[in-house]
Each structure stands twice: as C-alpha cells, then as structure tokens.
C-alpha cells in the first residue's frame, strides 16, 4: 500500500515530513495526508515521486491482488478493473457509461469532476473471463 511503502522510504532515508516533502516536491500537509493513508495521490503522480526518490517508476505500483481485498474481494475499483483489462480507467468508465459493460455503474455527483463508479468483482470476472486474484 502506498502509505506504507512511503513510510518504509521516509525511515530508510532518514528524513522527516518536511525533508520528505521537499524530495517529493510537495508541501508538507501533503506527505502527512499520504502517510496517514487519508489521501492517495493517482498512480501517475506516484510514478514521478518513484522517480524523485531515485527508484523504477513502478516501485509503488499497487498488489492488485491486495487492493481487491481491502474490502473483502466484493468490488473492484476502476483502475484495479482497467489495469486487469489492458485499457485506461477513463476508457473503462466511458464503455460503463455507454453500456457495453454491465459489470458496474458510473455516475457524477452533483458540483464533482470526477466520475465515480461501484464495479462488482463477481459480475467483472463472469462478463469479461478475467480471473481476479483474491487473497484467501
């Protein structure tokens, strides 16, 4: 999980969330919202903290078989889901919206940006013959 593998990065480095902060080009307030696991910055935005850190660009690439379990294996999310498919999480919304997948549902909150969607890890794998790795 990205919280933890940053706290493993801030101690094996020696550095404090002010130090950390300034490796990573981000304020303060925003390594202690990532450490305490209260904001996850998209995977993109990992990718080039990877690289300001020195590291592969994939060092915080998620367990995906640990992401479905976070919640007991009943749903996937979006990037979870696209990343098992092959396309991009705004590819996969749009065919959720258009219909072609049943698997879950998309919506906009009223005044939000972004799309939100709820995907059921059992429909996903009966739709698409994806296997999606469970922790048992």
């Given at each position: 999980m990205f919280k933890?593998?940053?706290?493993?990065?801030r101690q094996e480095r020696g550095l404090n969330n002010c130090g950390l902060a300034e490796a990573l080009g981000?304020?303060?307030?925003?390594?202690t919202?990532?450490?305490?696991?209260?904001?996850?910055?998209p995977y993109?935005?990992?990718?080039?903290?990877?690289c300001a850190l020195g590291l592969d660009a994939d060092?915080?690439?998620?367990?995906?078989?640990?992401?479905i379990q976070a919640d007991?294996?009943?749903?996937l999310s979006a990037a979870t889901a696209a990343a098992l498919m092959g396309i991009s999480r705004d590819n996969l919304l749009d065919l959720l919206e258009e219909g072609t997948f049943t698997f879950g549902r998309v919506w906009k909150?009223?005044?939000?940006?972004?799309?939100?969607?709820?995907i059921s890890r059992?429909?996903?794998?009966?739709?698409?013959?994806?296997?999606?790795?469970?922790?048992e």
């Open positions: 933890d593998q940053l706290k493993q990065l981000v304020s303060p307030g925003s390594v919202g990532y450490l305490s696991g209260k904001v996850t910055p993109k935005k990992q990718q080039q903290f990877a060092y915080f690439k998620p367990d995906i078989a640990e992401e007991g294996g009943y749903r909150n009223r005044g939000a940006a972004k799309r939100t969607c709820w059992i429909l996903f794998e009966q739709e698409t013959g994806i296997p999606v790795p469970v922790k």
